[in-house]
């Protein structure tokens, strides 16, 4: 299995509009980087390597790589339009996505605990979420919704939709070549119609609403510790509340 991770985006959400700030995969919670710890848990966990895709403060992101000894286990794809919605940075991934092995997505601006990825990583589902049913609601959390055992629906604002109930998927996915491939059309689509500024999930929606029930499975891993740092307070709860829950797990 390989993993690609996004790690080119502006972090604006966290820093507003200064454009001189550091890369949100390089904020350290008990002295060590978010890259670092990510590095860290792949290479535990047997993955053979990381394609990372980077854009802004690239040159920080891989002074950081190789100052913590991972060269050699890291691949950088550049995004020159890191100002752009993250669909692009997914696109320019595409060779791996749609390659021979497995794929590990995942986003470099989460704080967790080394069992939700091996969760992911050793789940039966060939292609699977990860959900997390212990959220705040809000248009905020990308939204996973279940119906008869099935994942139904995939966004940030759902809608009126009929489904048993729905979680939190924390921005890890795991893909294999064919469903890989299948988003990797779908980003392709997106492309060629000039929708340059979405989030990658439409993508993965397209193909998780057109796929015949079972294609995606989902591990919930509710009660992991785990956050998403996009804002001011989440790096204040990282350091207060899921740091020690990790330490301590």
Known sequence: ???????????????GNDDVHPHKALLKFGGKSLIQRHVETLL????????LVVGYRAEAIIGEIEAIGAGGFVRFIHNPDFRRG??????????????????????????????LIARLIRSPHPTCFLLDRDFEAGDE???LCMRDGHPVEFRKVVGDIRCDFMGEWPGFLKV???SGGLVVAALQRMVDEGRLDEPYEEAVREVLLSAPPGTFGVEDITGIPWIEIDFRTDVERAERDVLPRIETR
Do not use: Q
């Open 1 to 15: 299995m390989k993993a690609i991770m996004l790690a080119a985006g502006l972090g604006s959400r966290l820093y």
């Open 44 to 51: 535990a966990l047997g993955v053979e390597g990381l394609t």
């Open 86 to 115: 993250s669909n692009l940075s997914l696109w320019c991934a595409r060779e791996v996505l749609a390659g021979e092995s497995d794929v590990l997505f995942m986003d470099a601006d989460v704080l967790y605990h080394p069992d």
């Open 141 to 143: 959390p990308v939204k």
């Open 176 to 178: 294999t070549p064919r």
